[in-house]
């Protein structure tokens, strides 16, 4: 845009930024809209366009065959502006847009109708709009139905949105650094397939010296998977600075009894305490038995699971095990979305056991199992995986 920018625009702007949806794939979700569009209303063209500050972005679009075009001169500058939207039965005739580029040359528009999208905080970001290389009426009925359609894309617009900051949330609250602890290495990552998941990995010093590891995993993916994973990790934090790991993960399941009744879902995890003095682990295990204990000799073994999931069995005595970490042997505990990326069935944990062979410590463990996911087109589920590893 040329001249200087309004406050109000420089507010649009940033909002339109925080969306993060400029130069982003096409998705069916806003496809499914224009298609509707172009059918319903009997036009050569759909697309919902959003307004930056000298082009259009269409993150939708059916009949353009384009990702952007040049905003001046457009009707979409003009959307942005009107809180009703606009019809434009014969543009040659409004004085508004004889002369623009989208009008005297290609596409050559003659009817035009749009919509404004308006982003979580209010903020216009862009248009739903249909337009016509021919003179054509738009009735009231045909106005309303386009603003549906309009209601529709925000709703996406919104929800991703809040997705996003809920995403960046959650990330916030994963370590940030990992404990330093004489003789061992730790390290974790998570790769939700979502922008917020149910897969969380937790560790911290308690008060006599020892590190609690979590990892946890909610069955389902999204929004309320994540509010139940938030939870488990409150409780479990909490819980483990004055109980064993078996009474921890008793109290996470009395904590979340009335929400996994009501969600029918449930949580497996491996909840773990190092003793960095004498390299035992104790550890309890929610029905999750996706973790490995890899010997510096280079076999392995799995670690079975020492009770059912949270949520399966409410009331039930928790129990625990104990392994002890010779130089050179690692805990590598994943999510089943780790097995998802491999055949799906517990044969997947020695095609990860190859994986890992030669794995110069925890951080090297973690890495290659995360560069699994970018081996894939699409995730179909949470991945996350921490490592215990002793030095050798």
């Known amino acids: 845009m040329a001249g200087r920018i309004s406050g109000g625009e420089i507010a649009r702007l940033a909002a339109l930024g925080e969306l993060g949806m400029l130069d982003t794939p096409r998705e069916e979700r806003f496809d499914r809209v224009v298609r509707l569009a172009q059918q319903l ?10 307004v930056d500050t000298d082009r259009l972005f ?27 939207g606009i019809v434009v039965r014969d543009a040659t005739d409004d004085p508004r847009f004889a002369a623009s580029p989208y009008v005297t040359d290609d596409p050559n528009i003659r009817f035009y109708a749009g919509q404004p999208l308006a982003a979580a905080g209010g903020h216009r970001v862009g248009t739903l709009c249909v337009y016509d290389t021919k003179p054509r009426e738009f009735s009231d009925a045909e106005s309303r139905l386009l603003r549906d ?20 949330v959650q990330a916030s609250l994963l370590p940030r650094s990992e404990p330093r602890v004489d003789g061992f290495e730790i390290a974790g990552a ?30 389902g993916k999204g929004m309320g998977s994540a509010i139940i994973a938030a939870t488990v990790r409150a409780v479990l ?13 008793a109290d996470a399941e009395l904590a979340l009894e009335s929400d996994l009744s009501a969600a029918g879902s449930f949580v497996t995890a491996l909840h773990a305490r190092l003793d960095p003095t004498t390299a035992v682990v104790h550890y309890a295990d929610a029905g999750h038995g996706l973790t490995l204990l890899r010997r510096a000799a280079g076999d392995h073994e799995r670690l079975a699971p020492t009770g059912p999931p949270l949520g ?23 999510s089943d979305g780790v097995l998802d990326m491999l055949d799906g069935s517990l044969d997947s944990l020695a095609v990860l056991d190859g994986v890992l062979a030669g794995a110069a410590g925890a ?12 081996r894939q087109a699409r995730r179909p589920d949470d991945v996350t995986v921490l490592a215990l590893a002793r030095e050798g």
């Open 312 to 334: 399966m069995a409410f009331g039930d005595e928790r129990v625990g095990a104990e392994v002890t970490l010779a130089p050179g042997d690692m805990l590598l505990s994943v």
């Open 363 to 374: 951080h090297d463990a973690v890495e290659r199992v995360v560069d699994l996911t970018r």
């Open 41 to 50: 209303f009997d036009v050569p063209a759909a697309f919902v366009s959003l």
């Open 190 to 219: 998570c790769v939700p397939a979502q922008q917020v998941g149910g897969d969380f990995y937790d560790w911290q010093t308690v008060p006599d010296g020892a590190v609690v590891l979590t990892l946890a995993d909610v069955m």
């Open 149 to 168: 359609l309009a209601r529709w894309v925000e709703k996406e617009l919104v929800v991703e949105d809040e997705l996003r900051r809920a995403g960046e």
């Open 237 to 249: 934090r909490s819980s483990s600075r004055r109980a064993t790991v078996e009474e921890a993960l």
């Open 58 to 84: 269409y993150k939708a679009e059916v009949g353009l065959g384009k990702t952007e075009a040049p905003r001046a001169g457009s009707f979409c500058t003009v959307v942005v502006e009107d809180d009703e």
